[in-house]
């Protein structure tokens, strides 16, 4: 240093935002090339600053902001290369990216330096067990060495001088990157380092007494040309940062926090120069110029001081020009005068609608009334004044809700698709590019995902999502829009569907998926068993795979149930808690009352108390006691372990865990987390809601070796990363309820319930004092009708409403559905279809409906209101749970279910037949290229010349005869005319707007169904047939033997 070295310049380091707090530099260092001083912040920006006065030159953010600081900074004649934790980038010195990696073996990067080719290629290395080397001209991860040691700094040398987190140094060899020569430098870790041709200056802390690190008050020396310490140079400041002073070889300068520096050296120690920096607080950090003419410093004051001579300052001793942005012309100067003529004045060339060019622009008038929910406002209490309750909406007193943005916000989300009859017509009019193009472009929101916890507003993914009703109902909202997996998901608008995400977790829980659908196969047939509805919701989640389901029948169960009113656990309780609260006093009420329905069926069984009870103590402590509240960021680990010994409970995870693992000296369980249900609070524009994220490895029947999340929001469902389903943000996204199961249950899963089945309930007759003239099913034999694979049968239900539909009318004057009309099952009947006695009932259910009727639909159902009076009724009721049960029995013995439009059977229903299980007249009588699907009364006319449904419908009737159309078609198939036969029949339906002509207008009155057919079934066919045994007698057929055509021949379905 001589003589006239001072302080030339102090600024400020920019802070990361406007209105944010300054920060320290987190790392710094001058170019080597121009006259640049390069810096990083704790946000993962970096920042140049030009000339002596530190002028800003450019900045731009290299790493994000949630991987921390700028971890160091290199520089060659391409640009500048910044370290993150997980990251690598480079830019070119204006700041436009060259390349940017984030690569799976960077977890935890701290320092880098350049290899034996020169500046061309890096290697980096941190807290991790890998060093990467990185190309630097192609921006790719080239070479991964593995490494014993953990690195903070590193400095290039003859070698490559690496310092370790225990404070010694290692010397790599630059070509294979293996240890050359080791020292010991410092006790505890080394703080500073440099390295210049054959030394190496290092000061670092040492453990005193009392557990406080101290700086060593000395600078040790290391020689590499003879791979030996030198005596170490005496510091008494503390020695804290240190630099090789790029021109002399053997001078370096030493720096305390305090300011004091020392210019050293190192042959001859006892000569120094002394220079003390002006600061308020205490130095961060320290760095020389290439030239040796110009020192940085920066303080705790966030602050950077720039050290030289002031008439010969500079960085680099030849540097290159800077390139600054090209200066704008000055514009032409116009003699303007009152006369002088706009057009004077010239417009540069466009292309683009020009800003004069105002568009018109339209004047809202007045806002849209708030939408209060029908259960919030059934909760209030009239007074004189108007309605007096509780306030549940979160709003304050006299707070105005502004809906003009409560609108739009609900419409920023998903936007929701197509309705599939929509997109059925645009593939008819040849638009299916443009639709696939329109759809690709709104999925995109949700598969085009980072890490989304961490920002400040909710994802898309997690807010809420409403189904879209047209006219043809909920089956024409296209559910697969949001859910490309093979897990479903589970309907809305169902009263207590807030029970979705717990409901879901509870499924892909194998020890509870297993116990529950054990007991459904049982003989429970309790109305509120609600673990036989869990197994019945289980069994069909299993097998939609993928398709949309609803846990109507369970939902139903809960809210008739006896004890959850009271609890609170009911959406209609207009003074019930948050839904939150609610799920969490839910789970309670279900772990208990599973429990307890299981020993319904197996009273001396404990296998459901060992899995779900748990014993504890609960001690309060003296609230004088001083307490501190602590959290983790983002902790929730996968696997946990707990060991329980002498009163005392212990819980480890991670590293803790192995270690007691390995060691095996107590008895430690391990849990692995199968999923939460997360509490999503989207503000006041929209209501909270709940989400589960579900890690299904653990229910595959094979492990598949990682982690598998998927966020389950409702009929939304996608895969997540680990980091995504275990990362929370306490603005609106938090842990409701955690799902811990014994790792050794994993992958277990149960399928021997399926050969257990209690089948009794097929073969009891519930009315067996009723008139025979009268009776219209006879129970199956269990000899000689056993139901089986093979076995046909012919379902048709009639139901009704429970619930009127809500109808809105939009802005544009249209009627708009905001709820659909809500059915409930009132007649199921199934009847035999092969065997002797083919065509006959043996399923009649009449259901008692516990919930208000509002329509009982008798013109399209033929229900009346006596029928389902439990006091007047002739027919025997039967529980929903009863009438299911049997269905659900025929389901898992593989029978095959025919009928014409049995998919709203099914819906009303609550069950899922897998496709290879259905026969559907509705869709064997179908042309693709046609749009309209053809009724059974239709059908029966032109193909069986039967008028059905003349005044109402029968649902045995419509049974028989979607087994008579099937017959029908297997002759048409059989005989090679099928394809001819729909079109005449398409052909024919045209004439008359497919309506069953009606004889001389007469209608055939019907009030009770008609008896049984004859056991030959209905009469032979009327079609030539090539194959004569296509109705022939096969031996051992399901239901017995008798006059049949062979199951599956001739069927379309695989």
Not at 761 to 776: E, G, R, S, V
Request: hydrophobic residues 35%.
């Amino acid at each position: 240093m001589d003589g006239d070295w001072a302080e030339v310049t102090r600024i400020p380091f920019p802070p990361p935002g406007v209105h944010a707090m300054p920060t320290p530099v987190a790392t710094m260092t001058f170019d080597n090339s121009q006259e640049l001083l390069w810096t990083g912040n704790d946000y993962g920006r970096v920042t140049s600053f030009y000339g002596t006065e530190l002028q800003r030159y450019t900045s731009f953010k290299a790493h994000p902001s949630s991987d921390g600081p700028v971890r160091q900074i290199l520089v060659n004649e391409k640009g500048i290369v910044s370290l993150g934790a997980k990251d690598v980038h480079m830019a070119i010195r204006r700041g436009l990216p060259l390349w940017h990696i984030r690569h799976d073996g960077m977890k935890d990067l701290r320092c880098m330096s350049f290899t034996s080719k020169g500046t061309a290629e890096i290697i980096t290395a941190g807290m991790q067990d890998t060093m990467l080397v990185i190309d630097l001209i192609k921006g790719d991860v080239v070479k991964q060495v593995p490494t014993e040691h953990q690195y903070t700094i590193m400095r290039r040398g003859r070698y490559i001088c690496a310092a370790t987190q225990t404070g010694s140094i290692n010397l790599l060899d630059p070509v294979t990157f293996a240890i050359v020569k080791s020292w010991n430098a410092h006790s505890a870790l080394i703080n500073d380092m440099d390295a210049q041709h054959d030394f190496i200056v290092t000061c670092g802390y040492s453990l005193r007494q009392g557990q406080n690190y101290m700086l060593d008050p000395f600078l040790n020396v290391f020689d590499i040309k003879k791979m030996s310490s030198m005596p170490p140079i005496p510091f008494p400041a503390g020695a804290a940062y240190v630099r090789m002073h790029p021109r002399m070889l053997t001078t370096s300068i030493v720096v305390s926090q305090s300011g004091q520096m020392h210019v050293v050296d190192l042959m001859n120690p006892n000569t120094s120069d002394v220079r003390l920096a002006n600061v308020t607080s205490y130095l961060s950090m320290f760095e020389i110029a290439p030239s040796g003419e110009a020192i940085a410093l920066t303080d705790g004051d966030c602050s950077i001081h720039l050290w030289g001579s002031p008439t010969k300052l500079h960085f680099v001793d030849l540097p290159t020009p800077i390139e600054f942005a090209t200066p704008e012309e000055p514009l032409p100067n116009i003699d303007w005068g009152p006369d002088t003529p706009l057009n004077m004045i010239g417009l540069p060339h466009y292309r683009d609608v020009l800003a004069s060019a105002w568009p018109d622009i339209p004047c809202d008038v007045g806002a849209p009334p708030v939408k209060f929910d029908p259960q919030f406002l059934a909760g209030l209490k009239p007074t004189e004044f108007g309605l007096y309750g509780r306030n549940t909406r979160g709003l304050r007193r006299n707070q105005a809700e502004n809906t003009r943005n409560m609108n739009k916000s609900g419409s920023s989300g998903l936007k929701a698709p197509k309705f599939l009859s929509e997109k059925a017509r645009e593939l008819a009019t040849s638009n299916a590019a443009a639709s696939d193009k329109k759809a690709d472009e709104l999925i995109s929101s949700l598969t085009d995902m980072g890490l989304e916890s961490r920002k400040s507003d909710v994802p898309v993914m997690y807010r809420n999502v409403e189904i879209k009703y047209s006219k043809f109902g909920v089956d024409d909202f296209d559910f697969g829009f949001y859910n490309s997996t093979r897990y479903s998901g589970l309907e809305t608008h169902i009263s207590n569907s807030y029970a979705n995400s717990l409901l879901q977790i509870m499924h892909f829980t194998p020890v509870i998926r297993n116990l529950a659908l054990q007991h459904a196969a049982t003989s429970c047939v309790s109305e509120i068993c609600l673990l036989c509805e869990l197994g019945f919701l289980f069994d069909m989640l299993q097998k939609a795979e993928g398709s949309i389901c609803q846990a109507t029948n369970l939902l139903k169960t809960l809210s008739s149930h006896p004890q959850a009113g009271p609890l609170g656990l009911l959406e209609e309780d207009p003074h019930g808690s948050s839904l939150n609260v609610m799920l969490q006093g839910l789970t309670r009420f279900l772990l208990d009352k599973i429990v307890h329905d299981y020993r319904t069926i197996n009273p001396s069984s404990t296998a459901m108390d060992q899995l779900l009870a748990t014993s504890a103590t609960t001690s309060i402590r003296c609230i004088n006691y001083q307490r501190m509240l602590w959290s983790t960021p983002g902790w929730l680990p996968e696997e946990i372990g707990i060991i329980v010994e002498q009163g005392q409970f212990f819980c480890y995870e991670g590293e803790d865990l192995k270690l007691h693992i390995q060691r095996g000296i107590h008895n430690i369980t391990v849990y692995s987390l199968t999923g939460m249900a997360i509490n999503i609070e989207s503000g006041q524009t929209q209501k909270s809601h709940l989400v589960s994220m579900v890690n299904v490895a653990h229910s595959e029947p094979e492990a598949p070796g990682e982690s598998r999340w998927h966020l389950f929001n409702d009929f939304l469902v996608r895969s997540v990363s680990t980091e995504e389903a275990l990362t929370f943000n306490t603005s609106w996204k938090v842990p409701s309820v955690v799902a811990y199961q014994i790792k050794g249950e994993n992958n277990k899963i149960d399928t021997e319930w399926k050969k257990n089945i209690d089948t009794s309930i097929l073969y009891q007759d519930f009315n067996p004092n009723a008139d025979p003239a009268t009776k219209t099913y006879q129970v199956l034999d269990p000899e000689t009708e056993a139901p089986g694979p093979d076995t046909i049968i012919a379902l048709d239900t009639e139901f009704v409403a429970v619930r009127q539909p809500e109808i809105e009318m939009n802005s544009d004057g249209e009627r708009e559905t905001i709820r659909p009309i809500v059915y409930a099952l009132a007649r199921a009947s199934v009847v035999r279809g092969q065997g002797e006695k083919e065509g006959v009932p043996f399923i009649d259910d009449y259901i008692n409906i516990k919930e208000p009727i509002v329509d009982y639909l008798t013109s399209y159902s033929g229900i009346t209101e006596q029928d389902l009076d439990p006091r007047v009724s002739k027919h025997s009721l039967l529980s929903l749970k009863m009438a299911y049960k049997k269905m659900w029995i025929l389901l898992n013995l593989g029978c095959k279910f025919l009928g014409h439009g049995l998919k709203q059977d099914f819906r009303v229903i609550n069950i899922h037949i897998p496709k290879s299980q259905v026969i559907d007249t509705i869709d064997l009588f179908f042309l693709k290229t046609r749009l309209r699907r053809l009724s059974l009364a239709f059908l029966a006319w032109y193909l069986l010349k039967e008028d059905i449904q003349m005044v109402t419908h029968d649902s045995v009737e419509d049974s028989r005869t979607a087994l008579k159309l099937y017959k029908k078609y297997l002759e048409f198939q059989d005989a090679g005319i099928l394809e001819t036969m729909l079109q005449d029949i398409y052909r024919a339906g045209r004439e008359v707007n497919f309506k069953p002509p009606r004889k001389d207008d007469q209608h055939v009155p019907r009030t009770d169904t008609p008896p049984p057919l004859p056991a030959d079934g209905s009469t032979g066919p009327v079609t030539p047939v090539r194959n004569t045994n296509i109705l022939a007698q096969t031996p051992g057929s399901a239901f017995g033997g008798g006059s049949s055509w062979t199951p599956g021949k001739g069927s379309p379905l695989p």
